[in-house]
Protein backbone atom coordinates (compact mmCIF):
# COMPACT_ATOMS: atom_id res chain seq x y z
CA UNK A 1 0.00 0.00 0.00
CA UNK A 2 2.66 2.32 0.62
CA UNK A 3 4.36 1.36 -2.55
CA UNK A 4 1.44 2.79 -4.38
CA UNK A 5 0.88 6.19 -2.36
CA UNK A 6 4.44 6.91 -3.43
CA UNK A 7 4.08 5.96 -7.18
CA UNK A 8 0.83 8.26 -6.86
CA UNK A 9 2.24 10.95 -5.30
CA UNK A 10 5.39 10.55 -7.85
CA UNK A 11 2.81 11.07 -10.69
CA UNK A 12 1.37 13.68 -9.58
CA UNK A 13 4.84 15.76 -9.64
CA UNK A 14 5.67 14.34 -13.11
CA UNK A 15 2.19 15.77 -14.42
CA UNK A 16 3.27 19.71 -12.95
CA UNK A 17 0.19 19.28 -10.55
CA UNK A 18 2.05 20.87 -8.09
CA UNK A 19 5.28 23.31 -7.77
CA UNK A 20 8.02 22.29 -5.48
CA UNK A 21 9.08 25.54 -4.23
CA UNK A 22 13.02 25.80 -4.42
CA UNK A 23 15.39 26.49 -1.02
CA UNK A 24 14.99 30.28 -1.48
CA UNK A 25 11.13 29.90 -0.95
CA UNK A 26 11.00 27.23 1.71
CA UNK A 27 13.21 30.21 3.44
CA UNK A 28 11.41 33.50 2.63
CA UNK A 29 7.54 32.39 1.63
CA UNK A 30 6.89 35.68 1.95
CA UNK A 31 7.61 37.24 -1.39
CA UNK A 32 7.34 34.21 -3.46
CA UNK A 33 4.13 31.56 -3.49
CA UNK A 34 3.29 28.25 -4.76
CA UNK A 35 2.40 27.77 -8.08
CA UNK A 36 -1.28 26.38 -8.23
CA UNK A 37 -2.25 23.56 -11.13
CA UNK A 38 -5.66 25.52 -12.57
CA UNK A 39 -8.12 22.81 -11.93
CA UNK A 40 -11.08 25.32 -13.56
CA UNK A 41 -9.42 25.68 -17.06
CA UNK A 42 -12.39 24.39 -18.85
CA UNK A 43 -14.43 27.06 -16.96
CA UNK A 44 -15.72 30.14 -19.02
CA UNK A 45 -13.24 32.77 -17.90
CA UNK A 46 -14.74 35.35 -16.13
CA UNK A 47 -15.46 39.54 -17.62
CA UNK A 48 -14.42 42.63 -16.40
CA UNK A 49 -18.34 44.95 -16.40
CA UNK A 50 -15.98 48.12 -17.92
CA UNK A 51 -18.75 49.65 -20.42
CA UNK A 52 -16.09 52.60 -20.99
CA UNK A 53 -18.57 55.02 -20.87
CA UNK A 54 -16.52 57.92 -19.09
CA UNK A 55 -14.07 57.65 -21.90
CA UNK A 56 -13.93 59.06 -25.65
CA UNK A 57 -11.04 58.80 -27.96
CA UNK A 58 -10.90 59.68 -31.15
CA UNK A 59 -8.15 59.44 -34.11
CA UNK A 60 -7.41 63.01 -35.49
CA UNK A 61 -4.34 64.26 -36.89
CA UNK A 62 -4.63 67.81 -36.21
CA UNK A 63 -4.70 66.87 -32.36
CA UNK A 64 -2.37 68.95 -30.41
CA UNK A 65 -1.35 67.97 -27.40
CA UNK A 66 1.27 69.58 -26.37
CA UNK A 67 -0.06 73.21 -26.62
CA UNK A 68 2.33 75.58 -24.74
CA UNK A 69 4.06 72.21 -23.35
CA UNK A 70 8.26 72.33 -23.37
CA UNK A 71 9.77 69.73 -26.27
CA UNK A 72 11.99 68.31 -23.70
CA UNK A 73 9.57 67.37 -20.65
CA UNK A 74 7.90 63.64 -20.10
CA UNK A 75 4.64 65.09 -21.51
CA UNK A 76 6.10 65.74 -24.76
CA UNK A 77 7.77 62.15 -24.34
CA UNK A 78 5.06 60.42 -23.77
CA UNK A 79 2.26 61.91 -25.34
CA UNK A 80 0.26 59.52 -27.87
CA UNK A 81 -0.32 62.01 -30.56
CA UNK A 82 -2.65 62.26 -33.50
CA UNK A 83 -5.53 61.77 -30.91
CA UNK A 84 -8.06 63.31 -28.90
CA UNK A 85 -8.68 62.02 -25.52
CA UNK A 86 -11.75 63.11 -22.97
CA UNK A 87 -11.87 61.35 -19.58
CA UNK A 88 -13.73 61.86 -16.49
CA UNK A 89 -13.71 59.61 -13.22
CA UNK A 90 -16.50 57.18 -13.07
CA UNK A 91 -18.94 57.65 -10.62
CA UNK A 92 -20.17 54.69 -8.67
CA UNK A 93 -23.19 54.67 -6.28
CA UNK A 94 -22.79 51.42 -4.35
CA UNK A 95 -22.51 52.54 -0.61
CA UNK A 96 -21.37 55.83 -0.21
CA UNK A 97 -20.72 56.49 -3.72
CA UNK A 98 -18.05 58.03 -5.60
CA UNK A 99 -14.73 57.11 -7.59
CA UNK A 100 -12.00 54.06 -7.94
CA UNK A 101 -8.74 56.31 -7.61
CA UNK A 102 -6.87 54.28 -5.74
CA UNK A 103 -3.61 56.23 -6.54
CA UNK A 104 -2.34 59.43 -8.38
CA UNK A 105 1.11 60.92 -9.00
CA UNK A 106 2.83 63.53 -10.71
CA UNK A 107 5.78 62.70 -12.63
CA UNK A 108 9.07 63.80 -11.35
CA UNK A 109 9.41 66.90 -13.51
CA UNK A 110 5.97 67.73 -12.82
CA UNK A 111 4.59 67.60 -16.44
CA UNK A 112 2.25 64.75 -16.19
CA UNK A 113 -0.06 63.50 -13.33
CA UNK A 114 -1.20 60.05 -13.89
CA UNK A 115 -4.37 58.94 -12.64
CA UNK A 116 -5.15 55.03 -11.45
CA UNK A 117 -9.08 54.29 -11.98
CA UNK A 118 -10.27 50.81 -11.39
CA UNK A 119 -13.23 49.68 -13.42
CA UNK A 120 -15.86 46.56 -12.58
CA UNK A 121 -18.66 45.58 -10.50
CA UNK A 122 -18.92 45.80 -7.20
CA UNK A 123 -17.51 42.40 -6.30
CA UNK A 124 -15.17 42.06 -8.89
CA UNK A 125 -13.46 40.83 -11.50
CA UNK A 126 -11.44 44.11 -11.85
CA UNK A 127 -9.63 45.59 -14.19
CA UNK A 128 -7.27 49.15 -14.43
CA UNK A 129 -5.92 52.24 -16.46
CA UNK A 130 -3.95 55.11 -16.36
CA UNK A 131 -4.97 58.79 -16.79
CA UNK A 132 -2.36 60.63 -17.74
CA UNK A 133 -2.92 64.86 -17.64
CA UNK A 134 -0.61 66.98 -19.21
CA UNK A 135 -0.09 69.94 -16.39
CA UNK A 136 1.13 72.36 -18.92
CA UNK A 137 -2.64 72.47 -20.79
CA UNK A 138 -4.23 70.43 -18.42
CA UNK A 139 -5.25 68.02 -21.66
CA UNK A 140 -5.73 64.15 -21.71
CA UNK A 141 -2.29 63.42 -23.20
CA UNK A 142 -2.52 59.24 -23.28
CA UNK A 143 -5.12 56.38 -21.21
CA UNK A 144 -3.10 53.29 -20.72
CA UNK A 145 -5.43 49.97 -20.49
CA UNK A 146 -4.59 47.26 -18.22
CA UNK A 147 -7.09 44.50 -18.28
CA UNK A 148 -8.25 41.89 -15.63
CA UNK A 149 -5.90 43.59 -13.23
CA UNK A 150 -6.54 45.68 -10.14
CA UNK A 151 -3.63 48.38 -9.40
CA UNK A 152 -3.77 49.51 -5.35
CA UNK A 153 -0.78 52.14 -5.95
CA UNK A 154 2.84 52.79 -7.93
CA UNK A 155 5.16 55.19 -8.68
CA UNK A 156 6.81 57.00 -11.66
CA UNK A 157 10.73 56.15 -12.25
CA UNK A 158 12.68 59.38 -13.13
CA UNK A 159 13.93 59.95 -16.33
CA UNK A 160 12.34 57.00 -17.80
CA UNK A 161 8.60 55.79 -19.37
CA UNK A 162 8.25 53.34 -16.55
CA UNK A 163 5.87 52.84 -13.75
CA UNK A 164 6.26 50.09 -11.19
CA UNK A 165 2.80 49.08 -10.14
CA UNK A 166 0.99 47.35 -7.71
CA UNK A 167 -1.51 44.68 -8.03
CA UNK A 168 -3.91 42.98 -5.81
CA UNK A 169 -4.90 39.57 -5.61
CA UNK A 170 -7.85 38.38 -7.59
CA UNK A 171 -8.95 34.84 -7.47
CA UNK A 172 -11.01 34.62 -9.96
CA UNK A 173 -8.02 35.32 -12.34
CA UNK A 174 -5.74 33.21 -10.33
CA UNK A 175 -3.70 36.81 -9.33
CA UNK A 176 -2.19 37.58 -6.64
CA UNK A 177 -0.10 40.27 -4.82
CA UNK A 178 3.04 41.96 -6.82
CA UNK A 179 4.92 44.26 -8.30
CA UNK A 180 5.22 44.86 -11.97
CA UNK A 181 7.09 47.22 -14.39
CA UNK A 182 5.03 49.14 -17.36
CA UNK A 183 6.01 51.05 -20.27
CA UNK A 184 4.07 53.71 -20.56
CA UNK A 185 4.30 54.00 -24.66
CA UNK A 186 3.29 50.60 -25.18
CA UNK A 187 1.43 49.91 -22.01
CA UNK A 188 3.17 46.35 -22.16
CA UNK A 189 4.38 44.16 -18.55
CA UNK A 190 8.24 44.36 -18.88
CA UNK A 191 8.61 42.71 -15.73
CA UNK A 192 6.93 41.01 -12.22
CA UNK A 193 7.85 40.40 -8.80
CA UNK A 194 6.89 37.14 -7.37
CA UNK A 195 4.25 37.14 -5.30
CA UNK A 196 3.72 38.28 -1.70
CA UNK A 197 1.18 36.88 0.63
CA UNK A 198 0.63 40.23 2.21
CA UNK A 199 -0.50 43.75 1.06
CA UNK A 200 2.53 45.77 -0.18
CA UNK A 201 2.48 49.33 1.91
CA UNK A 202 5.69 50.89 1.09
CA UNK A 203 7.24 51.49 -2.73
CA UNK A 204 10.78 53.40 -3.86
CA UNK A 205 12.72 52.93 -6.65
CA UNK A 206 16.33 54.69 -7.00
CA UNK A 207 17.71 56.09 -10.23
CA UNK A 208 20.54 52.94 -10.35
CA UNK A 209 16.99 50.50 -10.87
CA UNK A 210 16.54 49.06 -7.74
CA UNK A 211 12.96 49.00 -6.41
CA UNK A 212 11.98 48.44 -2.36
CA UNK A 213 9.22 46.81 -1.15
CA UNK A 214 7.71 46.43 2.32
CA UNK A 215 4.99 44.41 3.12
CA UNK A 216 1.84 44.38 5.85
CA UNK A 217 3.32 41.35 7.54
CA UNK A 218 6.90 41.35 6.99
CA UNK A 219 10.03 43.09 9.00
CA UNK A 220 11.93 42.87 5.89
CA UNK A 221 12.55 45.45 2.90
CA UNK A 222 12.75 43.84 -0.36
CA UNK A 223 15.69 45.35 -2.84
CA UNK A 224 14.72 43.73 -6.35
CA UNK A 225 16.81 44.34 -9.43
CA UNK A 226 14.24 46.54 -11.99
CA UNK A 227 16.17 45.20 -14.85
CA UNK A 228 15.20 42.05 -13.64
CA UNK A 229 12.27 41.63 -11.14
CA UNK A 230 12.13 38.07 -11.33
CA UNK A 231 15.88 37.70 -9.52
CA UNK A 232 15.87 36.77 -6.25
CA UNK A 233 16.18 40.29 -3.67
CA UNK A 234 18.57 41.46 -1.54
CA UNK A 235 17.01 41.55 1.89
CA UNK A 236 17.09 44.56 4.99
CA UNK A 237 15.99 43.89 8.00
CA UNK A 238 13.91 46.59 10.23
CA UNK A 239 12.24 44.64 13.20
CA UNK A 240 8.89 46.14 12.47
CA UNK A 241 6.00 44.34 10.07
CA UNK A 242 4.61 46.89 7.63
CA UNK A 243 5.58 50.71 7.38
CA UNK A 244 6.44 53.45 4.41
CA UNK A 245 9.51 53.83 2.51
CA UNK A 246 11.37 56.70 0.89
CA UNK A 247 14.42 57.21 -1.09
CA UNK A 248 17.09 60.39 -1.33
CA UNK A 249 16.97 61.79 -4.95
CA UNK A 250 20.19 60.66 -6.21
CA UNK A 251 19.13 57.23 -4.51
CA UNK A 252 21.95 57.46 -1.86
CA UNK A 253 19.89 56.17 1.11
CA UNK A 254 16.61 54.82 2.08
CA UNK A 255 14.20 55.58 4.86
CA UNK A 256 11.99 53.27 6.20
CA UNK A 257 9.35 54.55 8.89
CA UNK A 258 6.93 51.96 11.08
CA UNK A 259 5.45 51.99 14.52
CA UNK A 260 7.26 54.02 16.58
CA UNK A 261 10.73 54.76 14.00
CA UNK A 262 12.02 55.73 11.14
CA UNK A 263 15.22 54.32 10.17
CA UNK A 264 17.75 55.55 7.49
CA UNK A 265 19.64 52.68 5.39
CA UNK A 266 22.56 54.03 3.24
CA UNK A 267 22.44 52.22 -0.46
CA UNK A 268 25.93 52.93 -1.76
CA UNK A 269 28.28 51.18 1.16
CA UNK A 270 26.27 47.52 0.62
CA UNK A 271 25.47 47.85 4.59
CA UNK A 272 22.63 46.22 5.63
CA UNK A 273 22.21 47.43 9.10
CA UNK A 274 20.70 51.29 9.11
CA UNK A 275 23.14 53.59 9.57
CA UNK A 276 20.57 56.20 11.43
CA UNK A 277 17.19 56.06 13.62
CA UNK A 278 15.18 58.72 14.53
CA UNK A 279 12.68 57.96 17.31
CA UNK A 280 8.61 58.80 17.28
CA UNK A 281 6.39 58.51 19.81
CA UNK A 282 5.58 55.32 20.84
CA UNK A 283 2.43 54.43 19.54
CA UNK A 284 2.37 56.58 16.27
CA UNK A 285 2.47 54.76 13.32
CA UNK A 286 3.03 57.36 9.93
CA UNK A 287 0.61 56.96 6.74
CA UNK A 288 2.85 59.27 5.02
CA UNK A 289 6.66 59.90 4.89
CA UNK A 290 8.83 62.53 2.83
CA UNK A 291 12.36 63.93 2.77
CA UNK A 292 13.41 67.21 3.01
CA UNK A 293 16.96 67.17 2.02
CA UNK A 294 19.54 65.07 1.14
CA UNK A 295 21.28 63.19 4.31
CA UNK A 296 17.71 62.91 5.91
CA UNK A 297 18.38 65.01 9.07
CA UNK A 298 15.25 66.67 8.08
CA UNK A 299 12.09 64.57 7.23
CA UNK A 300 8.60 65.04 7.68
CA UNK A 301 5.68 62.37 8.87
CA UNK A 302 2.26 61.65 9.74
CA UNK A 303 -0.67 59.59 10.54
CA UNK A 304 -4.23 60.53 9.61
CA UNK A 305 -6.28 61.89 12.42
CA UNK A 306 -3.27 61.69 14.31
CA UNK A 307 -0.33 64.46 14.13
CA UNK A 308 2.28 65.87 11.94
CA UNK A 309 6.29 64.76 12.70
CA UNK A 310 9.42 66.42 12.01
CA UNK A 311 12.50 66.16 12.62
CA UNK A 312 15.52 68.15 12.50
CA UNK A 313 19.44 67.73 13.97
CA UNK A 314 16.98 67.84 17.21
CA UNK A 315 14.17 65.72 18.61
CA UNK A 316 11.09 65.08 16.61
CA UNK A 317 8.69 67.62 17.12
CA UNK A 318 4.77 67.86 16.47
CA UNK A 319 3.80 70.55 14.02
CA UNK A 320 -0.32 70.02 14.32
CA UNK A 321 -3.11 67.91 15.60
CA UNK A 322 -5.60 66.27 13.01
CA UNK A 323 -3.65 65.15 10.25
CA UNK A 324 -5.06 64.84 6.93
CA UNK A 325 -5.00 62.61 3.67
CA UNK A 326 -1.59 64.99 2.10
CA UNK A 327 1.83 65.70 3.00
CA UNK A 328 4.37 67.03 0.38
CA UNK A 329 7.45 68.55 0.40
CA UNK A 330 8.14 71.42 -2.27
CA UNK A 331 11.14 71.29 -3.02
CA UNK A 332 11.21 74.39 -5.70
CA UNK A 333 9.56 76.27 -2.72
CA UNK A 334 11.50 74.99 0.07
CA UNK A 335 7.92 74.60 1.80
CA UNK A 336 6.02 71.71 3.09
CA UNK A 337 2.24 71.51 2.30
CA UNK A 338 0.10 69.54 4.69
CA UNK A 339 -3.82 68.61 5.28
CA UNK A 340 -5.15 69.23 8.40
CA UNK A 341 -8.17 69.95 10.82
CA UNK A 342 -10.46 67.24 9.57
CA UNK A 343 -9.20 67.06 6.29
CA UNK A 344 -10.56 70.57 4.97
CA UNK A 345 -6.93 72.51 5.86
CA UNK A 346 -4.24 73.34 3.58
CA UNK A 347 -1.28 74.35 5.71
CA UNK A 348 1.97 75.83 4.67
CA UNK A 349 5.32 75.34 6.32
CA UNK A 350 8.89 76.93 5.26
CA UNK A 351 11.67 74.47 5.57
CA UNK A 352 13.87 73.77 7.60
CA UNK A 353 13.03 75.79 9.98
CA UNK A 354 8.83 74.37 9.60
CA UNK A 355 7.54 77.42 10.58
CA UNK A 356 4.09 78.01 9.18
CA UNK A 357 3.43 80.33 6.95
CA UNK A 358 0.33 80.52 5.43
CA UNK A 359 -3.36 78.36 5.51
CA UNK A 360 -5.93 77.87 2.26
CA UNK A 361 -9.34 76.21 2.65
CA UNK A 362 -10.06 74.19 -0.52
CA UNK A 363 -13.51 72.98 0.20
CA UNK A 364 -14.81 76.61 0.99
CA UNK A 365 -13.68 78.18 -2.01
CA UNK A 366 -16.30 78.24 -4.75
CA UNK A 367 -16.45 76.10 -6.82
CA UNK A 368 -17.57 74.43 -4.18
CA UNK A 369 -15.59 70.99 -3.99
CA UNK A 370 -16.55 68.16 -1.63
CA UNK A 371 -14.08 65.72 -2.03
CA UNK A 372 -10.75 65.05 0.35
CA UNK A 373 -7.30 65.98 -1.61
CA UNK A 374 -5.35 62.92 -2.65
CA UNK A 375 -2.23 64.70 -4.13
CA UNK A 376 -1.47 68.45 -5.26
CA UNK A 377 1.87 70.39 -6.46
CA UNK A 378 3.41 73.74 -6.98
CA UNK A 379 3.27 74.94 -10.52
CA UNK A 380 3.95 78.68 -11.85
CA UNK A 381 -0.15 79.50 -12.31
CA UNK A 382 -0.86 78.54 -8.12
CA UNK A 383 -1.08 75.17 -6.89
CA UNK A 384 -2.61 72.12 -8.71
CA UNK A 385 -4.79 69.99 -6.92
CA UNK A 386 -6.90 66.44 -7.45
CA UNK A 387 -9.11 65.35 -5.08
CA UNK A 388 -10.88 61.88 -4.20
CA UNK A 389 -13.78 62.70 -6.07
CA UNK A 390 -12.18 63.06 -9.86
CA UNK A 391 -11.84 66.90 -9.18
CA UNK A 392 -8.75 68.54 -10.72
CA UNK A 393 -8.83 72.11 -10.02
CA UNK A 394 -6.09 74.78 -9.45
CA UNK A 395 -5.70 76.79 -6.15
CA UNK A 396 -4.18 80.70 -7.12
CA UNK A 397 -3.91 83.64 -4.61
CA UNK A 398 -4.92 87.21 -5.24
CA UNK A 399 -3.39 89.77 -2.64
CA UNK A 400 -5.03 88.65 0.04
CA UNK A 401 -8.14 86.01 -1.00
CA UNK A 402 -7.63 82.27 -2.75
CA UNK A 403 -9.48 81.61 -6.01
CA UNK A 404 -10.02 78.08 -7.54
CA UNK A 405 -10.51 77.61 -10.85
CA UNK A 406 -12.06 73.61 -12.03
CA UNK A 407 -10.50 71.30 -14.79
CA UNK A 408 -11.72 68.04 -14.33
CA UNK A 409 -14.86 66.94 -12.49
CA UNK A 410 -16.04 63.42 -12.11
CA UNK A 411 -18.93 61.82 -14.29
CA UNK A 412 -21.80 61.17 -12.62
Not at 43 to 51: A, C, F, H, S
Not at 52 to 69: D, G, K, P, R, S
Not at 147 to 155: D, G
Request: proline residues 5%.
Amino acid sequence: MFKILVCAVAVLLAAGGIYAADSKTQKDSEYRGLKIRNADADKERPKVEDPQNNIIVENNAAANLLENTPPDCFAARIADKGKIFEWKAKWYFEGSGGPRLPDSKFSPDGSVLVIAEVAGAVSGPFASRLVLINTYNYKCIRIIEIPETRISSFILLPDTDVAVCVQEAQPSFKQEIKAFSLNLKTGSRNSETPSFSSKITGLAATPDNKLMIKTAESTKIYIFDLLNLAKDPVILETHFKGGLLAVADDGSYLAAAGKGRVLFFNLTTGQNTPFSEKELPQDFTPDHLVLCNENGSLFAASGEGRDIIWAGTGKVRTLAKNAGNILVYDKKNKRLMAETALKSTLVFYDVPKFEPTGICLPKKILPLTRGDITNLMAIPAGILVFDSHGNLFLLHKSKTNWKKVLILEAMK
